[in-house]
């Protein structure tokens, strides 16, 4: 209940906070959105691995993605303005989806590979993290110089910042959004405490 009722009170912060600091929605959506919503699964990810269950600590993050791309389906048939698709067509969304596959590539590439690691450590690990802070980058850049724009039609919803949220307390939005993140990876980190005592 708490990470439903915070969530949904995270995205209209979030939304602000795209407005207020001008990063575009698509960016606000994929960092800070994703990450705050994200605290339940890495939580309990690092908490299961930490104390040693390594299957445990891998599925809720692969499995969060699938149910999360099967609940954009289900968004998909509660929009009714048009194809959910085709109207948050952008560069940055696009450069979104380029980034989670490649990522998942070189994850699924790692559990198929051949068993080799340093200070057990798979050499594709950092590799992860140092493409999701480069693919950042590209998804900013695609953004402010976009080298593709799609074709925009009467049903496309151009990510115009409201007005009203560009007058903001800036360090309010901040405070609320840290609250409101806080609240939701301790929520993920009591659900990891009921499976596995911590």
Same mark, same amino acid.
């Given at each position: 209940?708490?990470? =439903?009722?915070?969530? !949904?009170? &995270? ?19 994929? +960092? ?6 994200? /605290? %339940? ?6 908490? $299961?691995?930490w104390n040693g269950h390594a299957e445990?600590? +891998? ?12 609940? &954009?389906?289900?968004?998909?048939? $509660?929009?009714? @303005?048009?194809?959910?698709? @085709? ?9 979104n989806g380029v980034l989670l596959i490649?990522?998942?590539? /070189? ?14 450590? #798979?050499?594709?690990?950092?590799? +992860? ?10 998804? #900013? @850049?695609? *953004?402010?110089?976009? &080298? !593709? ?10 990510? +115009? %910042?409201? $007005?009203?949220n560009r007058h903001e307390n800036l *360090?309010?939005? !901040? ?9 939701? =990876?301790?929520? =993920? !980190? ?9």
């Open positions: 209940m708490v990470i =439903g009722l915070v969530g !949904w009170k &995270l995205t209209q912060l979030v939304d602000r906070l795209a407005d207020r600091t001008g990063v575009g929605e698509a960016l606000a959506g994929a +960092v800070f959105l994703g990450a705050s919503t994200s /605290l %339940p699964g890495i939580v309990t990810s690092v908490t $299961t691995a445990f600590a +891998v599925s809720p993050a692969l499995g969060g993605i699938a149910i999360q791309t099967a609940f &954009l389906a289900i968004a998909g048939m $509660t929009y009714r @303005h048009a194809n959910l698709e @085709h109207a948050a067509a952008s560069p940055a969304n696009l450069m490649s990522m998942l590539s /070189l994850i699924l590439l790692a559990m198929v590979g051949p068993e080799f690691s340093m200070w057990n450590v #798979h050499p594709v690990t950092p590799c +992860v993290v140092a493409i999701y802070i480069f693919g950042l980058r590209l998804v #900013h @850049h695609s *953004q402010v110089d976009p &080298l !593709w724009n799609p074709k925009l039609t009467s049903q496309t919803k151009p990510d +115009v %910042p409201e $007005t009203a *360090q309010k939005l !901040w405070m609320a959004f840290s609250a409101s993140a806080m609240l939701i =990876g301790t929520a =993920g !980190w009591v659900l990891a405490g009921q499976q596995f005592p911590l």
